[in-house]
């Protein structure tokens, strides 16, 4: 008997962007400047250095994003979204262990640089609020078709949900002052992990 068919959730749209061809290119490049600009200053990355970078005013930049606040969540929601996007395009073909392994390293990453984010963010909110509610359920329904695949397939165990496995994941990448290298061994020890069946 085959395996049968799981197709990944079309990825998910979490904010909204311009319609106007213009407008929405101004917002990218805003996003990109935001993307690199906490990557290298952290919390101290001021709102005037990423319209500089992005080579737009001060005005633009808030014309698309009122405070701070809105073009944290953005770039966060935005992030999740590419991450999401990444689960929908893995060929249905491809070898079922390697699309989940694969997938789950991408969340990893995901975790492991954006943690700058995640601070700044619980200044504003709390962790239930809908903001990382939707991004939780955007993860979850990205991840469960490769983890059911893979359960169908026979090479990840059955007992286990797509909820634990991110956590599972998360958690590892949220390991503080970690070596890159041990932080490594630790999800290939872990995601080796769910390849045993669970007792009877």
Known sequence: MGTPEITANPA???????????????????????REGF???????????????????????YRNFPNRQALIEALYATEVEEVCRVAAELDDDADPWEALNSW?????????????????LVNYLDKDSPLFQACRGSLYSAGEPLLERAQAAG???????IGEVIQL????????????????????????????????
Do not use: C, F, H
């Open 12 to 34: 998910p749209e979490l904010v909204q962007r311009p319609r106007r061809a213009d407008a929405r290119r101004n917002y990218e490049k805003l996003l990109t400047a935001a």
């Open 39 to 61: 990557a290298e200053g952290g919390e101290a990355t001021s709102l005037e250095s990423i319209a500089e970078r992005a080579d737009v005013g001060i005005g633009t930049l």
């Open 104 to 120: 789950l390293e991408r969340v990893m990453a995901y975790v492991a640089t954006k943690q700058v984010l995640v601070a700044e």
């Open 155 to 161: 090479v990840v165990r059955s007992d286990v949900g």
């Open 169 to 200: 994941v998360v958690g590892i990448a949220k390991i503080p002052n970690a070596d890159p290298d041990q932080t490594k061994r630790l999800m290939r020890v872990a995601l080796d992990g769910l390849r045993y069946q669970a007792a009877n």
